[in-house]
């Protein structure tokens, strides 16, 4: 019988399986977070579970696994189920052709960061990484989760879908949105405002000198400059969680909402808060730039182990970079403010030696065992894709922009990016980025890349900054002579934290975690260190003397040069008419 002429059989409907998680948290002081997972429909002889080993947008295994415990199985009759552990983030239980397993677990809620679980007497908050297990074959699946508040007064803060007939139900369309969506429970102030007509709100978490309106006022300056930049806003709502710490700081994006933690007393200082606007501007940015806007490698996410790219300079420092603009643009800092926090950042870059080792390709590839794993030696031999990305992204808009004449620049870059791959969420490799950023230039710049991206060569700033008026100058505040370390004092001990590569004090052979006693016999402090040296010269040979371990050692340092101890990003006198529309063109009027 041919397949044209044959008669099937009709076969039985087979049910989906459904997931339904409820999470509970009723002795919050305990850190401890209850979590069950009903399962429903289920037709196999085994049902395996998996835990995340990292979440999206913070580039390193962090073993949420490590938290779980108290994990029990059991069936319809609440008869337990055998299980066993498959590898380190992997449960298999044994269903014995159940059709509804119930799993139960704790996860341990401790470490307040904008990618992990905390939970505390005054609240709780969990990203969905580092709580929820996936069902491999599942992940397309939509997913219930009900939260069982401790007290009456606490409320629910997400962006999940609600299901509006049932108390503080939501649900997640598939896995990588739960993972997206980050939950707050408490007594957080929720504050709500509209931008071009879509509704956003602010959410604070405890006690501190922000001010919600202020926050709120700026913070519709970022939304409604980057919107302009894309082309308008992608998504039906926008969260704004933020968390109030002792001296917390960090950001991380979703698709429709991120979270901010932030000292609870740095929004009086005119300096500070202007930080905390940059950092607003550089999460919203990310709804664009790696929430959808993303490499190749991230497309498809693998929450089992690590997913590669040479890409993160872009995803991350082409991020910084525009955190430095977006402000500017918004009307919340002016030019002077603009080039001074750009000279910051620059000084970092230029007082990190591992910029001379690392490419800034491998710096990207390697985050998941070096950005999040620094130790004593990091500063030598590595250096940051957000910092060195940042500086890459500026030299690619000022090449732009002075060839066009500020008709073009890195915007469009973004505009093409969007259009091309972030609209569809279609993944990028690092090739078609290359191309579109030479399609906007109108130029080959493989040479740029090759040079800045793949090898350690010195980025040219004063070239590209002249024509725009401005260089860079080097500042050395003291003539103090140079030893190359940085000195903490801890416990009364004066520790030795970092030594410079090729420093004389590397060369004399003194390490990090040394404990720094004397200099030529005479007790000296972390706080003293730098007047002691002013009373050498350069070329000095001065003896100093450490503990080793516990032995202890006499060393001669002989000092060389004072270094600069910051970089300035300065506007020339005397700016040419090209020069001067150039800098207005790209940074405003003064």
């Not at 044994?94 to 677990?105: G, R």
């Not at 809620?109 to 609240?123: G, I, K, M, Q, S």
């Not at 030696?353 to 998941?368: C, I, T």
Request: net charge negative.
């Amino acid at each position: 019988m041919t397949e044209a002429t044959a008669t099937r059989q009709p076969q039985p409907t087979q049910k989906k399986a459904t997931l339904f998680y409820q999470v509970a948290m009723s002795q919050p002081a305990s850190h401890l977070f209850e979590v069950s997972l009903q399962v429903k429909n289920w037709q196999s002889t085994s049902l395996d579970l998996k835990m995340p080993v990292w979440t999206p947008g913070s580039y390193l295994v962090r073993e949420y696994a490590r938290h779980v415990q108290d994990f029990v199985a059991q069936d319809s009759n609440k008869q337990n189920l055998t299980c066993q552990k498959i590898s380190k983030n992997h449960w298999q239980v044994a269903t014995k052709d159940c059709s509804e397993i119930t799993v139960s677990y704790r996860i341990f809620a401790n470490e307040l960061t904008v990618r992990t679980n905390h939970l505390d007497a005054t609240h709780g908050y969990f990203n969905g990484a580092a709580l929820f297990f996936y069902v491999p074959g599942l992940e397309q699946q939509p997913i219930t989760v009900k939260i069982i508040t401790p007290q009456s007064d606490w409320q629910v803060t997400t962006t999940l879908p609600k299901i509006e007939a049932e108390t503080n139900t939501f649900v997640a369309p598939d896995f990588d949105t739960l993972v997206d969506t980050p939950v707050e429970v408490g007594t957080q102030q929720v504050h709500s405002f509209e931008v071009l007509n879509k509704p956003h709100s602010l959410a604070i978490w405890s006690e501190g000198n922000a001010n919600p309106e202020q926050i709120i006022a700026d913070t519709k300056k970022i939304i409604e400059v980057e919107a302009e930049m894309f082309g308008g806003l992608p998504y039906e709502q926008y969260l704004f969680l933020l968390h109030l710490s002792g001296s917390g700081y960090g950001g991380l994006e979703h698709k429709d909402s991120c979270t901010l933690n932030y000292p609870r007393f740095g929004f009086r200082d005119r300096e500070k808060y202007e930080r905390f606007m940059q950092l607003v501007a550089h999460e919203f940015f990310h709804l664009w730039n790696v929430k959808r806007i993303r490499p190749k490698a991230l497309e498809v996410f693998d929450y089992d182990a690590e997913n590669y790219t040479t890409s993160l300079w872009f995803c991350e420092g082409t991020t910084s970079y525009y955190d430095l603009l977006i402000p500017l643009r918004a009307g919340i800092y002016n030019r002077q403010t603009c080039l001074k926090n750009l000279s910051k950042d620059l000084t970092k870059y230029l007082n990190t030696q591992g910029r001379k080792v690392q490419p800034l390709g491998e710096s990207s590839y390697d985050a998941w065992i070096k950005l999040y794993r620094r130790d004593a030696n990091s500063d030598n031999n590595q250096i940051s894709y957000y910092l060195k990305g940042q500086f890459v992204s500026l030299l690619l808009d000022l090449i732009i922009r002075a060839k066009h004449n500020n008709k073009r620049s890195l915007d469009n870059v973004m505009q093409l990016m969007w259009q091309r791959f972030g609209q569809d969420e279609i993944g990028f490799s690092e090739t078609q980025l290359r191309e579109v950023i030479a399609e906007v230039a109108e130029e080959n710049l493989d040479d740029f890349f090759s040079r800045y991206i793949e090898t350690t060569v010195e980025l040219p700033l004063d070239d590209y900054f002249e024509p725009f008026g401005l260089y860079l100058k080097a500042i050395t505040e003291s003539d103090t002579p140079y030893i190359g370390i940085k000195v903490q004092s801890e416990n009364n001990r004066e520790i030795i934290k970092f030594v410079a590569a090729e420093s004389p004090a590397s060369k004399a052979g003194i390490d990090a975690d040394d404990e720094l006693l004397a200099i030529n016999g005479i007790k000296v402090t972390a706080e003293s260190l730098n007047e002691r040296l002013k009373d050498h010269q350069v070329k000095d040979t001065i003896e100093i003397t450490v503990f080793h371990q516990d032995r202890l050692k006499t060393l001669p340092v002989t000092l060389s040069e004072s270094q600069p101890s910051r970089y300035e990003v300065a506007v020339k006198s005397n700016l040419s008419e090209v020069q001067q529309q150039n800098l207005t063109g790209w940074l405003g009027e003064q």
